[in-house]
Every structure is written in structure tokens, then in C-alpha cells.
């Protein structure tokens, strides 16, 4: 086996996944290679390090906790599905704690709608009562409430108006 | 003698599944140490990994019914810690993304590992060599909580939580080739990992 095999065989073997064939002839390579010896050493502190990892104790009050939550349960066995439904959509929307960026987001969002909203109907309002297109709706408007023929009336205003400024 | 321990669990177990809440307590006695250091070791907090605990124990109460056979309780309780956690890291990353800040986050599981550092010390180490142990767990404890949360998984139940390739192939549901896969490539990140804040420390 030359080192370039051994170097990738190190960490299967560390994790058990060589078959015997193959665990021997790396074992004889690494007996023989110093460099791919040192790497395998390198690999299995690794392992030994996180196997030295302590566990740690644990804090105190989890019992209580969960006996609690344990009691409440056995004294309201039957939920319905409704209301089970509803405290798993709690937690998803749990998730989305409005944070004050966000609130802060949506308000600035807001304003900017409002204005935008706002500059659009003036804009447009203007333009129709300026040019002889809004003119021309307006008088349409207001005539065909009553007459079938406002239609030719007010163009008949129009071409009048245009003929005026000639 | 540990198919006597078998017994008094199955017991246990059954008494628990008909409202014991007595019985239960003695299951919890026996599990919250494993279930906690893997919680914590997962999300990296001991916050985090104390309401994680609360709530895998809830949930197995309320599932004991639906466990079909006693003597695999070691294997089905790790495999709802497992989902569990995993859900809960994912809501962590999600509301992490949406608002907060990455590095307050780091900065924060980094004075956690800090501070549960300090509970390894023993006084009568020798304060050089007590100093450099040191500095190695913190930056293990760093790679691990850097790696792939796949392989980090693997890799604490394997060694830190010492359960058997053929068992945490029940646990996880993966073939045991995948496990092994998991714990080479997880060990190869960690090495990575490891020598480029070794290196980092070293040039400071």
C-alpha cells in the first residue's frame, strides 16, 4: 500500500469501516511510514479528545418542570385536535417574535405606500382635470346621467373648446 | 445483572406508561444526564439544552404508550431527543436569519463553552499544562459546534455519548455504512478544523 491509499484508508479505519484485508495491509503500512503513522496518531487524538469531552451536570429544576407540565396533562387528558392545532401554530408563530426592526421595517414600509399612494391619485387627478381627455370625462360623466346623446355633446364641447383657441 | 436492570426498566417503564409518575421519575433519574449532554453538545447552550431536556421528557411520557417494546426504550428515547433537537436548532436558524445578529449569537455559545470550561479544571493540575488542556477543549469544543450538524451528531453519540455503530444505526435509522461514512468525515472536518485554530492561536 503506497501513502496516498493509506493517507485515504486512515479514517475509515478509525471508524471501523475497512474489512480485514484492508485494515492489515494499512497497519503494515502504517508500522512502516512515519508521515502516515503521524497522521493516523493526529485522526485518533482527535477522537480521543472529544471522547475526554466531560458530560456535564445538569441543571437543577428540570423534574419540577416536567412533572408539572405531566399533571397538567393527566388532568386535562383529552385536548381536541382544534385546540392542539392551535398551540402547534403558537409555536410556528413563536418563531416569528416581532423583533422592533421588523415592526420598525413595516412601518417605514407603510409610510412609503401612503405616500406613493397618495402622489399617484394626485398625479392622476391632475392630469385628467388638465388635459382634454379629463375634460372630456367629466362632461361625459356628468351628462350621460340624464342624456342618451352626452356622448356626441361633449365631444361637440371639446371640438368647440379647441376650435376657441385656434 | 444488567438483565436484572433490563427487568426493574421494563417495569418501570410500564408503570410510567400507565401514569406513574413516580416510576417515570426514576427513568428520568437514569436518562436526564445523556439527554442533557447531548442536547448541550447539539445546540451548544446550556439554556437551550435544559428546555430541549424538559421537553424530550414530556414527549416520551406522552409517547410511552406507543413504545411497542420495552427493552428498546435506551434506543427510542435517543431517537426523539435526536428529532427533537434537530427541530429545534433548525427554529433557532430560521429565527437567526430572520433577526438576529450572527455574531452575537457565536459570541454568546462561545462564553457558554467558556464558562463550562472552567468547570473542567481540577485544581491540582499543573498551570501551564492546565493552561494549554484548556485552550485545546475550548477550540475542540468550537470545531464541534462548526462542523456539519449531521456529523456532529454522529460523532456525540459515538464518542462523547459512547453508543455502539450497530445502535445508533437504530437511533438515526441510517444504514451502518452511513454512520461509519458520517464519522470519517466528521473526525476529517474536526482535524481541519482543529489545525486551522490551533495555527490561528499559535500566530497571535
Given amino acids: 500500500m503506497n501513502c496516498r491509499r493509506a493517507l485515504k484508508k486512515i479514517n475509515p479505519y478509525l471508524s471501523d469501516a475497512l ?8 497497519q503494515s503500512h502504517l508500522s512502516s511510514c512515519r508521515r ?3 497522521e493516523f496518531e493526529y485522526l485518533k487524538n482527535i477522537n480521543n479528545m472529544i471522547s475526554n469531552i466531560d458530560l456535564e451536570e445538569e441543571p437543577e429544576g428540570m423534574w419540577d418542570a416536567i412533572r408539572n407540565e405531566i399533571m397538567i396533562e393527566q388532568k386535562h387528558p383529552k385536548r381536541s385536535s382544534l385546540s392542539d392545532a392551535l398551540a402547534n401554530l403558537n409555536i410556528y408563530f413563536a418563531s416569528f417574535t416581532f423583533s422592533k426592526h421588523v415592526a420598525a421595517a413595516f412601518g417605514v414600509l407603510a409610510f412609503i405606500l401612503l405616500l406613493a399612494g397618495g402622489f399617484l391619485y394626485w398625479n392622476q387627478t391632475r392630469s385628467l382635470s388638465t388635459s382634454d381627455g379629463g375634460e372630456y370625462m367629466e362632461e361625459y360623466m356628468a351628462a350621460s346621467m ?13 371640438i368647440a373648446k379647441a376650435e376657441e383657441q385656434k | 445483572m444488567a438483565e436484572q436492570d433490563g427487568n426493574v426498566e421494563v417495569d418501570l417503564i410500564r408503570k410510567a406508561s400507565s401514569g406513574d409518575i413516580g416510576a417515570f421519575e426514576q427513568i428520568f433519574l437514569k436518562y436526564k444526564k445523556r439527554i442533557y449532554n447531548y442536547c448541550l453538545r447539539m445546540a451548544g447552550n446550556h439554556e437551550t439544552a435544559k428546555e430541549a431536556t424538559q421537553d424530550i421528557f414530556i414527549r416520551v411520557f406522552k409517547g410511552l404508550k406507543s413504545l411497542r417494546d420495552e427493552k428498546l426504550f435506551g ?8 428529532n427533537h433537537i434537530k427541530d429545534v436548532i433548525s427554529k433557532k436558524k430560521h429565527e437567526l436569519k430572520l433577526f438576529i445578529d450572527k455574531r452575537e449569537y457565536t459570541n454568546n455559545s462561545m462564553e457558554d463553552y467558556n464558562s463550562s470550561l472552567e468547570n473542567h479544571i481540577s485544581p491540582d493540575d499543573n498551570p501551564e499544562e492546565k493552561l494549554i488542556v484548556n485552550e485545546n477543549k475550548r477550540i475542540l469544543l468550537t470545531c464541534l459546534s462548526e462542523i456539519n450538524q449531521n456529523y456532529r451528531e454522529i460523532l456525540i453519540l459515538h464518542y462523547i455519548e459512547e453508543i455502539k455503530i450497530e445502535d445508533l444505526s437504530e437511533i438515526t435509522g441510517l444504514p451502518e455504512g452511513t454512520i461509519k461514512s458520517r464519522l470519517s468525515r466528521g473526525r476529517a472536518q474536526m482535524a481541519e478544523k482543529f489545525k486551522y485554530y490551533q495555527n490561528k492561536e499559535g500566530n497571535q
Fill in chain 1, 19 to 26: 474489512n480485514a484485508e484492508e485494515t492489515r495491509k494499512l
Fill in chain 2, 75 to 82: 434506543i427510542w428515547i435517543m431517537r426523539i431527543a435526536s
Fill in chain 1, 146 to 158: 340624464n342624456d342618451p346623446l352626452s356622448d356626441r355633446i361633449a365631444l361637440n364641447f371639446i
Fill in chain 1, 36 to 38: 502516515c503513522n503521524g
